[in-house]
T-cell receptor
Framework: TQLLEQSPQFLSIQEGENLTVYCNSS?????LQWYRQEPGEGPVLLVT?????EVKKLKRLTFQFGDARKDSSLHITAAQPGDTGLYLC?????????FGKGTHLIIQP | GAGVSQTPSNKVTEKGKYVELRCDPI?????LYWYRQSLGQGPEFLIY????????DSGLPNDRFFAVRPEGSVSTLKIQRTERGDSAVYLC???????????????FGNGTRLTVT
């Protein structure tokens, strides 16, 4: 079973600050997806990375896939209250799509 | 267009009862997934359909859980003799991907919150 560990589990910061959350595994994944989930709703895909070392930007969000395709990071610049949510990473591989437990992010105005 | 629809949005049942949870995927999506999400946790894989057949049911926790997709569109997750530990949000997702589509992005519904009392 491929396991994904996300850190930190909880993060509460002030509006305007920068932050990075991490997704780590001992397994290699063929792709890695990041989702954002709000209370009462299903996860919504933010980005998919497939190449080791790949960096993708989505406005103030920067996603990076590790060179060895075992880990990923999400960096948010100048966080806003609308960024509040549960951020989930999910690795694709032979065992299917495996989700981490997520990072609960709260941006305080 | 319409997204993934799940009904009911909430279900409260007594221990030992039988429940059915329904998922209407996005039209034309061949792949359909069921996940279970407990409070504070990430989604846990249950079963994956490609068309009408269950391509991978390795995540079903025991034989009380069963899912069908008879016409390759709507799917029903069935839980027999419910237990309090079955309480969770059951999420359905669909994807346009074909065989080996585990890397395709998933489109999730809002889930069914099941509470077993």
């Amino acid at each position: 079973t491929q396991l994904l560990e996300q850190s930190p589990q909880f993060l509460s910061i002030q509006e305007g600050e920068n932050l990075t959350v991490y997704c780590n595994s001992s397994s290699v994944f063929s792709s890695l997806q990041w989702y954002r989930q709000e209370p009462g709703e299903g996860p919504v895909l933010l980005v998919t990375v497939v190449t080791g070392g790949e960096v993708k930007k989505l406005k103030r969000l920067t996603f990076q896939f590790g060179d060895a395709r075992k880990d990923s990071s999400l960096h948010i610049t100048a966080a806003q209250p609308g960024d509040t949510g549960l951020y989930l990473c999910a690795g694709g591989g032979a065992d299917g799509l495996t989700f981490g437990k997520g990072t609960h992010l709260i941006i305080q105005p | 267009g319409a997204g993934v629809s799940q009904t009911p949005s909430n279900k409260v049942t007594e221990k030992g009862k039988y429940v059915e949870l329904r998922c209407d995927p996005i039209s034309g999506h061949t792949a359909l997934y069921w996940y279970r999400q407990s409070l504070g946790q990430g989604p846990e894989f249950l079963i994956y359909f490609q068309g009408t057949g269950a391509a991978d049911d390795s995540g079903l926790p025991n034989d009380r859980f069963f899912a069908v997709r008879p016409e390759g569109s709507v799917s029903t997750l069935k839980i027999q003799r419910t237990e309090r530990g079955d309480s969770a949000v059951y999420l359905c997702a669909s994807s346009p991907g074909g065989a080996g589509s585990y890397n395709s992005p998933l489109h999730f519904g809002n889930g069914t919150r099941l509470t077993v009392t």
